[in-house]
């Protein structure tokens, strides 16, 4: 099963009524490690623009750039702040929690206000959910609006992606975990280890919504995740192809 953007195929073949006692998706890391969950990930866009009257000018565009700057400073406190009501063993995966990925600039001039939208990305653990950590960042936005100064200057703007995975653990203690695992330690020499993905997949999908233990182990040392170039060195190819003959043979009977 591959793993995409949104996971929608995944989620149209469950709710079509497929389904089966395991699931595997192949990608990941280069070896014997397999994934058994993954942080969960929000996704959020963030615009501010200066309000300007008679008595409140625009400010200029330094004096903007060091507001968004404070304002950024103050949301990756927040984010720290969070760690102390994560689960432990969730705080070194989700860390940093706060990733902005693209900030982009108007200037302001004689006639038009600066603006200036930042888009990123929350990384969380559990007992966190997407849903939960969407009303604390509205609401951290709505407290740090009212409660300095200098940010009754603008009008704030928050709204969340499509990119909405909660963290999810899935336990290695099943039949087809240990079937992988043996698979693995047949053609690699040793049993496969576990870790938990810093990035997102679809096992939510699978183990959330229908109890479907999911595992991702795959070739991972590669580039351009999820570009049209897309890629993994070749070396990889032939074992990794060889353990999911191996699981086949194990799992399946064939």
């Not at 406190?77 to 969070?82: T, V």
């Not at 963290?167 to 020499?189: H, K, N, Q, W, Y």
């Amino acid at each position: 099963m591959e793993d995409e953007y949104s996971g929608r195929g995944t989620e149209l073949c469950l709710k079509k009524g497929y389904r089966a006692d395991a699931a595997l998706i192949v990608d990941g890391h280069f070896g014997t490690r397999a994934a058994l969950g993954n942080a969960g990930q929000l996704e959020f866009m963030l615009s501010l623009q200066q309000k300007a009257s008679p008595e409140r000018p625009f400010r200029g565009n330094q004096s903007f750039v060091e507001d968004v700057s404070l304002l950024l400073r103050k949301l990756a406190l927040w984010s720290k702040m969070l760690d102390k009501n994560t689960d432990p063993q969730w705080v070194p995966i989700c860390s940093p929690g706060l990733n902005t990925g693209k900030i982009s600039y108007k200037q302001a001039s004689e006639e038009s206000a600066a603006e200036c939208s930042i888009d990123g990305l929350v990384k969380f653990g559990g007992p966190f959910t997407a849903e939960r950590l969407m009303k604390l960042f509205r609401r951290r936005i709505e407290r740090i609006a009212a409660s300095h100064r200098i940010f009754k200057r603008y009008d704030m703007d928050l709204r969340f992606g499509d990119l909405r995975h909660n963290p999810i653990a899935i336990t290695a203690d099943t039949d087809f975990f240990r079937a992988l695992s043996e698979s693995v330690s047949a053609v690699m020499g040793e049993p496969a280890s576990t870790q938990i993905c810093r990035g997102w997949c679809d096992m939510e999908y699978f183990w959330r919504d229908y109890s479907i233990p999911c595992y991702l182990y795959g070739p991972g040392r590669g580039r351009n995740a999820h570009a049209p170039d897309e890629c993994f060195e070749l070396d990889q190819f032939i074992p990794h192809t060889e353990v999911l003959v191996e699981l086949a043979k194990r799992w399946c009977g064939v």
